[in-house]
């Protein structure tokens, strides 16, 4: 009924096993999903420059562009951000240029901002101008009048 011919090509021995490719060592922390993490105790003057990911739990008076930025409770930026996206648990002080700004509840924000969608969580602080970067998708046109 249910019958196999093994054909020159497969024998019947055990089965050679499948050579997996490894993962490339230039490759950057963020294809595996890993953040580049500045802990509580760090204080960094400078800039920082990265296509991966970025958490700042500690101090950075400087810029910082990478890809997705995270500010801890306890972390602190002075400077502009740039980023795809970008949440803000912390303090930050300066600019925020993203394509997703999110302010959670413990959020301390005295910045501008330049983003596509802002959530803003009850409890946030914010001081600054919020700006799109796109246009309206639809535009507002005047009500008319009878």
Known sequence: MFNKTNGPAQSSGAAKPKATPMASP????????IPSILGRDIVITGDIKTDGDVQIDGRLDGNVHAGN???GEQGAVNGKIIAK????????TGKVDANVVELAETANVQADLVQDQLMIANGA???????RKSAS?????????A
Request: charged share 20%; glycine share 8%.
């Open 137 to 145: 998708p639809t535009p507002i046109k005047a009500a008319k009048s």
């Open 69 to 71: 930025i995270t500010i």
């Open 85 to 92: 996206n970008c949440h803000i648990r912390g303090k930050v």
């Open 26 to 33: 230039t490759k950057s922390s963020s294809a595996a999903g």
């Open 125 to 131: 602080f914010f001081d600054g101008k919020c700006a």
